[in-house]
């Protein structure tokens, strides 16, 4: 009634892409592997991308509960299927590591547990990517807006 048109639709897992790709990724042909990004915040979404190039992404069933027991264990296996589904795809990348963001990502001892249970090196990425988080305001958890700055990426581009 409004009259409002969309103009595209945008998924928080592209977003997430968009932040955390890498400065010099612009060109995912020269790019041989694959990261794993998954995002643990309100829902934990997963994305399997090659520079800014999207080609699986899932919201895991997995519910995040920092320092539950077995969430570590869940959430390796959620990351193990998706990787297993992504490889049995034709001409699929192999996957070479695990970034981890969001205020789930604060866990100290995750990325170690998660990388022993997924046998390949897990990382916790910086929240905005290369944006940096100095406009982050004093006392706000920069983790928070990873997903709301690759929005606001895919809008200004």
């Known amino acids: 009634a409004a009259g409002l048109k969309p103009e595209s639709v945008d998924l928080d897992a592209f977003a997430l892409v968009r932040t955390l790709s890498e400065p010099g990724e612009e060109n995912p042909d020269d790019l041989r592997n694959a990261r794993v990004l998954c995002h643990l915040g ?12 999207c080609f699986f992404t899932r919201a895991l069933s997995t519910v995040w509960e920092a320092g539950g027991g077995g969430s570590a264990g869940r959430l390796a296996e959620e990351i193990r299927l998706c990787i297993d589904y992504h490889l049995a795809q034709p001409d699929a990348r192999p996957v070479n590591e695990v970034v981890l963001s969001g205020p789930g990502a604060h866990d100290e001892n995750l990325a170690a547990e998660l990388s022993s249970r997924v046998a390949m090196p897990v990382s916790v ?9 100095h406009a982050v305001p004093s006392g706000d958890d920069p983790f928070r807006y990873t997903v709301a700055a690759g929005l606001a990426l895919g809008e200004a581009a």
């Open 42 to 53: 309100g829902t934990t979404n997963l994305a399997i991308a090659a520079g800014p190039i």
């Open 125 to 133: 990425a910086e929240p905005l990517g290369s944006l940096g988080t």
